[in-house]
């Protein structure tokens, strides 16, 4: 039989529920990780990014104000 998806390649695995454990806590790992790095970001930052494409840039060369 030839497998038609991913699902049923890790499905004939003996160790299927292993493999589907590990990925979740990876992922969740991968989010919480995500989550503390946003959130340890000073609000002074985002305010900075949240402003920058409404500040006139004078040092552009794309600037075609003569």
């Known amino acids: 039989m030839i497998p038609q998806n991913f699902k ?3 499905s004939n695995t003996d160790n299927s529920g292993f493999y589907q454990t590990l990925a979740l806590i ?3 790992l ?3 990780a995500l989550i ?6 000073p609000k002074k ?3 900075e990014e949240e402003e920058a494409p409404l500040q006139d840039d ?3 060369d794309f600037n ?3």
């Open 64 to 66: 075609l104000k003569n």
């Open 30 to 32: 991968f989010f919480v």
């Open 26 to 28: 990876f992922f969740m």
């Open 45 to 47: 930052y985002y305010k």
């Open 8 to 10: 049923d390649i890790l």
């Open 58 to 60: 004078e040092d552009d």
């Open 36 to 41: 503390i790095y946003v959130f340890s970001k």
